[in-house]
C-alpha cells in the first residue's frame, strides 16, 4: 500500500483550506458534510464560497498563506492554482504535524482525498493514490449503481442493535458469525424492502434463539487456483472472508493471500524441496486441533485440492476426527496455465486425451509409467518436474516419443509473471537452463503445443514474460 486508508473524526474541528477557486469548493463540500469547522485562506472567493460566507457556514481570512493561519489546525488542503504557495503550505504543514493534501500533486500530500460512496454510516473509499483519479472516479460510479441506498439504513440499524448482541455473546467469534449470517440473510433484504421495523423485530427474535454456546469449528478446504485472484470461485471469495484462521501453501500467491478476511491468524504449512516448514501428518493434525478448539479453519491450497494437493489426505483425518468440512474445488494448473499459455490439452486434430502426472525427482529418478505415457495423439501435463526436466524428456525419447516431440515449460502461469518457453523434447531442458526458471511450473508435452503461436493471448506486463521459441525442427 502506498497509502494507508483510514478515516478522520473532524467533527467541530478547524481545517484550513487555502484557496478559493472552484477545486476548493468541492474539497470545502465535503469537509462541511464531515462536520468540519472550515477556514479558508484566498485573496478572493468564489461565487459559492462568498455565498457560504454570508451564510456563516464558513470562516474566511482574505490573505495570500502564511505559516501563521496553521495555528489549531487539525489538517490541511491546499487548493491554489500557485505551485510556489502549494509547496508552502505543505512543507509547512509537514513541518508541524499536520496532516496535508495538495490537490493534484501526491508527491506533496501527507493524505489524499479518495471517490467516496456515500451510505452513511456507511463509508467506501476508493483510491488510486494518486495515479489515476479518473479511474478511482469509474469504479466509484459503478459501485454506486451496485450498492443500494437503503444500505444506509441497514447500517443504522445494525448500530443500533450492536451493543444488545455485543451483551448477548461472550465469545467474540459468536457475534461475527451471528452478524455474518444476519447481514447475508433475511433481515437485509426485510430492509431492502423498506421494511425496516420488520427486519428489527426478526433481529431481535433471531438473538434471542441464538444460544452463547463456544463457536463449532469447521474446516474449509480451497482451492486457490493456479495464482490470478481472478480465478477465485465466488464460494472461495465467501469462506476466505468468513476464517478465524488460514493455513495456506507456498503456492498460494501474496495477490490471493491479501484477499483472505484481515483479521484471520495466518499459518504457512509450505513445501519445499528439501524444506518442509510442516509435514503432512502435522497440517493434518493441526486442522483438528484449530476446529476443535472452534475455529473456522481456511486450509488454501495452490490449484485444486484434489489434484496433487493431498487434500485427500487431510478431510480423510477430519472425517476420522467428527471434523465439519466442506470441499472448494479450484482451477487446477493444468486448465489454468495452459489457457494462458495459449496451448488446448485436447484437439481433435492432435491430442484426444491428456494425461496428469507429477514430476518429482526421487534418487535422480521419476517413478512413472513411461510405456503408457510415450503415446502417440496424447498431450502429457507435467506437475512440480522442473528440476526433473531433464530425466523425464529422456526417459520420454527412451520409451518411444521423437526427439522432436514439441514440449513447453510454462513459470508462474496466469500471473503477471508468467514465462512460456517452447521448444522439443530434445530441447527444453537447456532453454529451461538458460531462462533461469524457478518454481512453480508446469510441463505440457504433445502435439497440442504447435498450436502455442497461433492461440496465445494472454501478455504479461512483465518484459521478461514473453516466450522463447525455437523451431520445432533442428534442422529449418
Known sequence: ?????????????????VGGGEIATRKIMLLLQAGAEVLVVSPELSTALNEYFVQGKIKYCAEYFHP???????LVIAATNDHVINKLVSETACRQQIPVNVVDNPDLCTFIMPSIVDRSPLLIAISSSG???????LLRAQLETIIPTAYARLAAIAGKFRQHVKQHFMHPEKRRIFW???????????????????AQDYLLQSLQHEKDDPPQGEVYLVGAGPGNPDLLTFRAMRLMQQADVVVYDRLVST??????RRDATRIYAGKERNCHTLQQESINQLLVRLAQEGKRVLRLKGGDPFIFGRGGEEIETLASHNIPFQVVPGITAASGVASYAGIPLTHRDYAQSCILVTGHLKNNSIDLDWPSLARPN?????YMGLLGLPVLCQQLIFHGLPDTTPAAIIQQGTTQKQKTIIGTLRTLPDLAIAANLIPPTLIIIGEV????QTLTWFAPAQEASQAYIIPLNPDT
Open 68 to 74: 501563521k493561519h496553521l495555528d489549531n489546525i487539525t
Open 131 to 137: 495515479q489515476s483519479p479518473v479511474l478511482a472516479r
Open 378 to 382: 496424447q498431450t502429457i501435463v507435467v
Open 255 to 260: 495477490a490471493i493471500l491479501d484477499m483472505v
Open 1 to 17: 500500500m502506498d497509502f494507508l486508508p483510514i478515516f478522520l473524526n473532524i467533527k467541530n474541528r478547524t481545517c484550513l483550506v
Open 449 to 452: 503445443v504447435n498450436l502455442h
Open 180 to 198: 455474518e449470517k444476519a447481514l447475508q440473510g433475511a433481515f437485509t433484504e426485510m430492509v431492502l424492502a423498506g421494511k425496516d421495523q420488520t
